[in-house]
Every structure is written in C-alpha cells, then in structure tokens.
T-cell receptor, first 110, second 113 residues
Framework: LAKTTQPISMDSYEGQEVNITCSHNNIATNDYITWYQQFPSQGPRFIIQGYKTKVTNEVASLFIPADRKSSTLSLPRVSLSDTAVYYCLVPRDSSYKLIFGSGTRLLVRP | DTGVSQNPRHKITKRGQNVTFRCDPISEHNRLYWYRQTLGQGPEFLTYFQNEAQLEKSRLLSDRFSAERPKGSFSTLEIQRTEQGDSAMYLC???????????FGSGTRLTVV
C-alpha cells in the first residue's frame, strides 16, 4: 500500500480557501486517492475520491497531477466547522482496509 | 437507514474484566471493519469481514480480542482480560464491495481503569 505524507497541521481563517497537499510517491497504477475528515469523538467521514485530474463534489475538490505522485484537497471558503483532522489515503481497492497516517489537523480561526 | 451504529458509546471497565462492543452496519453493506484509534493517531486496522467470513486480522488483534459477525449482519468485538493499554476508541465501518469509501460509526470509547 502506498505510503502518504501530509502536513501535521495547518491554520486558516474563516472564508479562506484551504489547500492540503499529500504526497504518495509510490502510488500504483490501480490505486485511488481518498480523503477522509474526522471531528473529535466521531469516526472519519469520506469526503472525496479520485484517480486523476480533478474531482469536485459539494464539499471539496481534489486535484491530481498527471504523475499522480501527489494530490491536493481544496476546501473553498472554510468555516469554523471545518476544523477537523483530514486524512489522505491510497487504498488499493476502495472497499479494502484503509491505512491511516496521523492526518493534517486543520484549525479554522474566526 | 441511519448509518453505522455502535453501542455503547462509552465504556469504563476495570482492568481484567471482559467487554463486548456491538456494531450494526448499513444493511446493504457486505463488508464490515473494526479499527482502533488512540489519541492523536489515525485509526489502525484490526480486522474485517466480508459477509460472515472474517478475512483478515491485524497483528494488533491479540488472542484476547475476538470478533464475530454471525449471519453477516451485526458484529461484536470482545476484549477479554482488559489491560490499560486497551483504552482507545474502537471504530466500526462498513462498505459495499466495489463501492466508494467507507461509512464509519461514531465509535465506542473504552477506558480501562
């Protein structure tokens, strides 16, 4: 399973766009890139998944360059409620076991 | 369907006691997973089931831990002779084989005193 590296923490202010970059240098051809969000005392929540280029949903956008060795989760106009831990994962199969790192702790300030 | 349900939400037990947690997955999901999460760390995989078959167990799952999923529906995770090091959040998740992403429950927080 591809190892991922992401910043330990990030700070932002309400209304700003936040970009969290994850590196996954040894990603395999069949691997997808998946991001989860976790609030305190809750389980992680699936945010977005992509294979290449750009994926957008109602929560976030995911940008994946052609070499797929990194990806960027973009959160538009964050609010205080976006304060959470964000995990980047590269599961071999979207429903196989997930290997979580320590994630990126995002703090959104007023 | 209200998602993945875990009970109890909190459990405090004395060292050496046995505890059992229950997970009710999303009904149409055929895969069910157990994870453990300690403070400041990401969840760690413990085991998973496809229907009623337990297909993989992590080395973290010592012989004091046992998980079952009778009839491929709900699952239980039992910890025998609990130790203080077992204190953690135990998360259950379910997914549909070939589907997008997991759905996690809110977890059971175990405190061993």
């Amino acid at each position: 399973l591809a190892k991922t590296t992401q910043p330990i923490s990030m700070d932002s202010y309400e209304g700003q766009e936040v970009n969290i970059t994850c590196s996954h240098n040894n990603i395999a051809t069949n691997d997808y890139i998946t991001w989860y969000q976790q609030f305190p005392s809750q389980g992680p929540r699936f945010i977005i998944q992509g294979y290449k280029t750009k994926v957008t949903n109602e929560v976030a956008s995911l940008f994946i360059p052609a070499d797929r060795k990194s990806s960027t989760l973009s959160l538009p106009r964050v609010s205080l409620s976006d304060t959470a831990v964000y995990y980047c994962l590269v599961p071999r199969d979207s429903s196989y076991k997930l290997i979580f790192g320590s994630g990126t702790r995002l703090l959104v300030r007023p | 369907d209200t998602g993945v349900s875990q009970n109890p939400r909190h459990k405090i037990t004395k060292r050496g006691q046995n505890v059992t947690f229950r997970c009710d997955p999303i009904s149409e999901h055929n895969r069910l997973y157990w994870y453990r999460q300690t403070l400041g760390q990401g969840p760690e995989f413990l085991t998973y089931f496809q229907n009623e078959a337990q297909l993989e167990k992590s080395r973290l799952l010592s012989d004091r831990f046992s998980a079952e999923r009778p009839k491929g529906s709900f699952s239980t995770l039992e910890i025998q002779r609990t130790e203080q090091g077992d204190s953690a959040m135990y998360l259950c998740a379910s997914s549909l084989q070939g589907g997008d992403g997991y759905t996690f429950g809110s977890g059971t927080r175990l405190t061993v005193v």
